[in-house]
C-alpha cells in the first residue's frame, strides 16, 4: 500500500514562503501523476498543483506565479514551493496521485497570518 507523508508545513506571516515536502512509498511513484491539494476549514479539499511524471505542470488560478510544484522520482519525493503567502492559504495541505487514491496521508498545516 502506499504511503504519504507530508512536511514542512507552519505558520508565516502574509508574504512569506514555506516548502512543502512529500515522501511516497512504492516505485508507483515514478509513473504517476502527483499533486497537492488543500483543505481549508469548512471547505471542501481543492486540488492545487499538479506534476505529471514527465514534469508538466498545472496550477489552480488563485496559486499561479507564486507557488511552484516539483519533483524528485529518484526520492520518490514531491515539492510544493509556496512564495507571497496570503491568509486566504490556509489550509491543511496534503499530496497525492491525480486522481486521489483512496490512502491520504496526516497532511501538514499551512497558517498564514495577516
Known amino acids: 500500500q502506499v504511503q504519504l507523508v507530508e512536511s514542512g508545513g507552519g505558520l508565516v506571516q502574509a508574504g512569506g514562503s514555506l516548502r512543502l515536502s512529500c515522501a511516497a512509498s512504492?516505485?508507483?511513484?515514478?509513473?504517476?501523476?502527483m499533486g497537492w491539494y488543500r483543505q481549508a476549514p469548512g471547505k471542501q479539499r481543492e486540488l492545487v498543483a499538479t506534476?505529471?511524471?514527465?514534469?508538466?505542470?498545472g496550477y489552480l488560478d488563485s496559486v499561479k506565479g507564486r507557488f511552484t510544484i516539483s519533483r524528485d522520482n529518484a526520492k520518490n519525493t514531491v515539492y510544493l514551493q509556496m512564495n507571497s503567502l496570503k491568509p486566504e492559504d490556509t489550509a491543511v495541505y496534503y499530496c497525492?496521485?491525480?486522481?486521489?487514491?483512496?490512502?491520504w496521508g496526516q497532511g501538514t498545516q499551512v497558517t498564514v497570518s495577516s
Open positions: 506534476i505529471s511524471s514527465g514534469g508538466s505542470t
Open positions: 512504492g516505485s508507483i511513484f515514478t509513473f504517476k501523476t
Open positions: 497525492n496521485s491525480v486522481p486521489s487514491w483512496s490512502y
